[in-house]
């Protein structure tokens, strides 16, 4: 690859100015260490859901599905008692 020097009205940043190319890293890497640290707040949680009901209504639940399961097997077992 040939190499072109810049035009005569064309500038060379100083040593001490930054290049776009060094300010977009740099502002990346400010971006990066944002999203890695947490939002300050109290701390808390947000609410799931999870509140005191749903271990009764999983035990309601077990307990319909168990029931269910009784009368399906009395109703066969009834079936084959008469053949």
Do not use: H, Y
């Not at 060379?12 to 990066?32: F, I, K, N, R, Y």
């Not at 640290?37 to 808390?44: E, F, I, R």
């Not at 599905?65 to 008469?82: C, E, N, P, Q, S």
């Amino acid at each position: 690859s040939t190499e072109t020097t810049p035009a005569a009205d064309e500038s060379t940043p100083a040593a001490g100015e930054s290049t776009p190319a060094a300010e977009a890293s740099a502002s990346a890497t400010d971006t990066a260490a944002a999203a890695a640290t947490p939002a300050g707040g109290s701390g808390d949680l947000a609410e799931t859901g999870g509140g005191s009901n749903t271990g009764v209504i999983a035990g309601g639940a077990a307990a319909l599905l168990v029931g269910g399961a009784a009368i399906v097997l009395a109703t066969k077992r009834r079936r084959t008692a008469r053949s």
